[in-house]
């Protein structure tokens, strides 16, 4: 893994913990569904960027990564998107 990658773990982390908690308090779900998470993690599995169950471009531990809803690749475009939960939504007036 790439030195730049690791020196960025810490803010990633953070930021990480940041989108987690914005999801909480906006009382959307913070666990990814676990036919989601599986879907990531096998993408993540297959990835190029996988080193070891460590993504090469953010640094996170892909287990823990796709288990948070929150959590996006940060590939380019990305391989896997946070979720949304807009179909969980009362659209209604
Ligand atoms: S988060 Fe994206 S770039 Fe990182 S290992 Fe998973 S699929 Fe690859």
């Not at 690791?6 to 666990?31: K, M, Q, S």
């Not at 892909?62 to 998107?81: G, H």
Request: with cysteine.
């Amino acid at each position: 893994m790439k030195a730049s990658v690791i020196l960025r773990a810490p803010f990633t982390f953070a930021r990480a913990v940041w989108h987690a908690g914005v999801f909480l308090a906006e009382g959307r779900p913070v666990l990814t569904p676990q036919s989601i998470r599986k879907h990531r993690l096998s993408i993540c599995e297959t990835c190029c960027h996988n080193e070891n169950s460590f993504c090469g471009l953010c640094a996170c531990y892909t287990e823990a990564k796709t288990f948070v809803s929150s959590e996006s690749c940060p590939d380019t475009p990305p391989r896997w998107a946070a979720l949304t939960f807009v179909e969980n939504q009362d659209t209604s007036p």
